[in-house]
């Protein structure tokens, strides 16, 4: 998979926010690769600028904020200072979002199966011909959609309301609404967050299902390094607006380089080993106003040291990975 | 929707009504001054006279047999006859219903009309310069009392310009045959345009007056109920749909926005229908409102209570379309 070509491809990304109380560096030199086909989590606690990087991706970062600089490439094709004509038909066709809540990411007022419609018809060049035959088409498009996300007798379905589904029905009908174009990227923001534990797995099986089917590629927001560690083969963790680590799955969960890797996968309670105590990561994550240029986590960080207040570049650290830390592997423990 | 629940809506709507007519009978019935007294006026007259005619009014039976009395004519349509008038109250409305509704009409559509897509405007365009001046043009329009308006609107527009006719709802060689006795039809039934114009023309002003405020409100609760709206989750999402930026606004968030408007339309329809009487005060317009007033002065109990009625049951059911339309337009509340 080396020579193939990323199917996205963000480098040194820069999103800022004006605020009342100064200029927040929401994301800041976020660089990341996802292969076609691949599943590559994002990790991070609230605020680490993860829905930001990838709103960034989808061009929805609004005044008062926007994009400062770096590149987000998609199929090659820059995205950074595209037209918003062009963003909008790339957008629900070729690159897919979901987000955390589906009760509020689907119009109460708008019927499911409209939901689904309305993208088929903006996009699916295959649904042409009189405004009857385009709506008949759409239809049979839409009761498949739903079929694929398994909801059952569609046909009646397709004209209830959201709010008349259970919350894993609206996930998934959600996912329909991402999948209804067959994008080549579906980014998925936090879908398991909101729902309870049997239905997470339900949804997130039917997320890798269908990225074997369709052959997409899926980034995978998330706090749940338990989650990553299941369905991503590649993950990046990010903390106060940066990637401070990435790498293989297995390889960076068996063996995290960085103390804030380290130490969130301390803080996860181990079921085989009760007896142990959690240990959190102690300190705040830093306000991402006139930050110092050091480590972001050096506040928080037990091995601090004095090169920690320079600025701390990304390192290569061989097997696909990489770290900003100035001395990673010496404490994996 | 549900037709069972429909009946059920509209039959608690009974009790309602009748409260209204409890209050509007005492209200009138205690408001001091006697009609024979004004009736009789100057004339002499022998206090059997005045005997009979009380008798023949049906004010000489104690307030509460008058009141079922009222009660069993209201339903029927019968409210006596006009003190004044000496003609059925029913006749003397129905000749100056039409003018009244076409009034309303007019301005509620008007008001609707602009209203709406400007709220909608300021909220997309939130923070410039229109929609700072839209802010002050609605507060004006909240803050302006109606006969003070009308009356600048007539010294403009009618006595300086000359543009527009001072009263009156049509000139006289203009009548049109009467079909469904409002003008601006009728005019265009019967094909004649110089008609239509000439009734558009005595109609701007009074519409104008009476849409203002409602307009101004609408406009306010459209444009905050817009922007909190555009704020939801479900917008964003429409946009990483990849739709179009007009279609998100027309059919995603207007839908979801227009839930809050459609309530204080209907409620602001109520206080238009009041507004009506000091319209058509100013404006000369042969309406009910007008007539209202004049027979409030002359104590003209039967037409009041009449026309006082009618004004309640038409706002009792247009809050009642409202919370049907309410139902559409939000699919999460059940009739």
Known sequence: MTEAQPILSISNLQTRFATRYGLVTAVDGVSLDVMPGECVGVVGESGSGKSVTFASVMGLIKPPGWIDGGSIKFEGQELVGMSERSYRSLRGKYIAMTMQDALTALNPALTVGFQIMEVLLAHDSQISGSARNRIRKARARVIEMMMLVRIPSPETRLNDYPHQFSGGMRQRMMIAIALACRPKLLIADEPTTALDVTIQAQVLELITDIRQTLGMSVILITHDLGVVAEYCDRVAVMYAGQVIESGPTKSVIGQPSHPYTQGLLRSIPNLANLDKRIRPIEGQVPELIDLTPGCRFIGRCDVREEACTQRVEMRNIGQGRTVRCIQPKGNVQ | ?335
């Open chain 2, 1 to 335: 929707m549900n037709f069972g629940k429909l009946i059920e809506r509209l039959a608690q709507l009974i009790p309602v009504l009748l409260g209204v007519m409890v209050i509007v009978f005492f209200m009138m019935a205690l408001t001091p001054g006697d009609p024979v007294d004004i009736m009789i006026g100057e004339q002499p007259i022998s206090a059997e006279q005045e005997a009979n005619l009380r008798h023949d009014m049906g004010l000489d039976l104690p307030p509460v047999e008058r009141f079922i009395k009222f009660l069993g004519n209201a339903v029927t349509g019968n409210f006596g006859l006009s003190f004044f008038h000496r003609r059925p109250v029913i006749d003397v409305i129905a000749e100056r219903l039409p003018a009244t509704i076409e009034l309303s009409l007019v301005s509620i559509i008007l008001a609707i009309l602009t209203s709406i897509p400007l709220g909608v405007l300021a909220a997309v365009k939130k923070n410039t310069i229109f929609d700072r001046v839209s802010t002050v043009g609605s507060l004006f329009g909240v803050s302006l009392p109606g006969f003070w308006f009308g009356i600048l609107l007539l010294m403009l527009f009618a006595v300086h310009l000359r543009i527009l006719p001072v009263s009156g709802r049509i000139g006289y060689a203009y009548e049109v045959d009467a079909v469904t006795h409002l003008l601006l039809i009728d005019s265009l039934i019967a094909g004649r345009l110089d008609t239509f114009a000439n009734a558009l023309s005595h109609l701007f002003l009074p519409a104008l007056t009476l849409g203002l405020p409602m307009a101004a409100i609408l406009m306010r609760v459209t444009r905050t109920s817009m922007l909190e709206v555009m704020s939801q989750d479900y917008i964003i999402f429409a946009e990483a749909k990849g739709i179009s930026r007009t279609r998100i606004l027309i059919r995603h968030a207007l839908k979801n926005a227009l839930i809050p408007t459609v309530t204080v339309a209907a409620l602001e329809t109520g206080s238009l229908l009041g507004g009506n009487m000091i319209v058509e005060t100013v404006f000369g317009w042969p309406g009910l409102g007008r007539l209202v007033v004049e027979s409030i002065f002359v104590h003209n109990y039967p037409l009041v209570q009449a026309a006082v009625l009618f004004y309640a049951v038409t706002y009792v059911f247009l809050n009642f379309f409202a919370d049907i339309l309410y139902t559409v337009l939000n699919p999460r509340v059940k009739l």
